[in-house]
């Protein structure tokens, strides 16, 4: 069983930044995608950034590439999204999810179901 804890989130003025932090109680396996995924309220899950935790991949989606920066410390097993230039539409809750034994692959951004071990979450608000 693998437990994972997000932080880092909060309320921000458009145009501002926050860093959310994931870090996962154990990392076993030499594979390890680490996703994040947000979901605002009425909207389906979305996913918007993997990475892998032993190697260099690092998938975006669209809506955030070139603003959200998706990194790791393997060290500390702690995986973080730097999201600069937050708009309104920003407004989620976050989560960190864990699959084991996989690579990442672009595709998994739409395969949330993927992932065996999700965090509690952590909340984004970005206000005018």
């Known amino acids: 069983q693998v437990h994972l804890m997000e932080s880092g989130g909060g309320s921000v003025q458009a145009g501002g930044s926050l860093r959310l932090s994931c870090t996962a109680s154990?990392?076993?396996?030499?594979?390890?995608?680490i996703g994040w995924f947000r979901e605002a309220p009425g909207k389906d899950l979305e996913g918007v950034a993997l990475?892998?935790?032993?190697?260099?991949?690092?998938y975006y989606a669209d809506v955030v590439r070139g603003r959200f920066t998706a990194s790791k410390d393997s060290a500390k097993n702690t995986a973080y999204l730097q999201m600069n230039n937050l708009s309104l539409e920003d407004t989620s809750m976050y989560y960190c999810?864990?699959?084991?034994?996989?690579?990442?692959?672009?595709?998994?951004?739409?395969?949330?179901?993927?992932?065996?071990?999700w965090g509690e979450g952590t909340q984004v608000t970005v206000f005018s």
């Open positions: 990475i892998e935790f032993s190697a260099n991949s690092i």
């Open positions: 999810a864990l699959l084991v034994g996989r690579y990442c692959l672009q595709e998994r951004l739409r395969k949330a179901s993927d992932f065996t071990y």
């Open positions: 154990t990392i076993t396996s030499r594979a390890n995608c």
